[in-house]
């Protein structure tokens, strides 16, 4: 059961409240005794936790590590039979012992979890720093290829595409260097710009004369072609 079994995969596992929920708490229980229960025979130790201990640590695990996994308990008690820190408990081991190797695992866990936390947040400043700093690279471009677009009404839409095309081309053969290019660009932009017109636009009291004319004409007619046939 702990074959390949590192902090990570611990930290992905579902959490004993988790796991009470689905299997229930008394085979959670279960489990977590079966789990001591492999440690304490692997220890070379004159005295031993027993049965009874084994189930009051159980029932203590689950209720105090909640929001931790039973293969965080797995992964402290085999840390503490691989890492060499067994040694000192090789005339006795009790319960307590077993409190303070995992409580040791979980003092770790935490720091280990402080330190990807640190990890994860100066990456991510990495990142954004070099995405602001690929945006203000692409905005100049960006906001030149909107200003380069051309309206679909323009009535001098077609001429103006293909002079910026024209100067595209002599831009890459080299009959104009980049700042005689944009100069052109510049003014094929200037040129999709209607400018407003108001030498031909009725003023509002003109315009509402106008109106008045076309009402007075349209009842004419409207009378007109009432009238019989004579």
Do not use: C
Not at 108 to 119: G, N, V
Not at 133 to 160: C, R
Request: net charge positive; hydrophobic share 35%; no cysteine.
């Amino acid at each position: 059961m702990s074959m390949g079994l590192t902090k990570s995969v611990a930290l992905a596992a579902p959490k004993l409240f988790q796991l009470k929920r689905t299997i229930g708490e008394r085979s959670v229980i279960k489990l977590l005794v079966a789990i001591l229960r492999a440690f304490v025979d692997s220890v070379r130790a004159e005295h031993k936790p027993d049965a009874a201990d084994l189930m009051e640590a159980a029932e203590h695990l689950a209720l105090t590590y909640t929001h931790d996994s039973i293969k965080d308990i797995m992964l402290a008690l085999k840390e503490a039979r691989t890492g060499g820190t067994l040694k000192t408990y090789y005339s006795s081991l009790d319960v307590a012992t077993i409190y303070e190797i995992i409580n040791t695992y979980f003092d770790k866990k935490a720091l280990y979890l402080e330190s990807a936390h640190h990890d994860r947040k100066a990456q991510g400043a990495g990142t954004e720093t070099e995405q602001v700093k690929l945006l203000g690279e692409a905005a100049p471009k960006m906001l030149t290829n909107v200003a380069q677009q051309i309206p679909a009404a323009h009535p001098n839409a077609g001429s103006i595409r293909q002079k910026l095309s024209i100067i595209k081309g002599k831009l890459k053969r080299g009959l104009l260097d980049p700042a005689q290019a944009e100069q052109q660009r510049t003014e094929a932009r200037q040129a999709t710009h209607r400018k407003s017109r108001t030498d031909w636009k009725p003023s509002p009291e003109a315009q509402k004369q106008i109106d008045k004319r076309h009402r007075a004409e349209d009842r004419r007619l409207a009378e007109q072609y009432r009238q019989p046939n004579r």
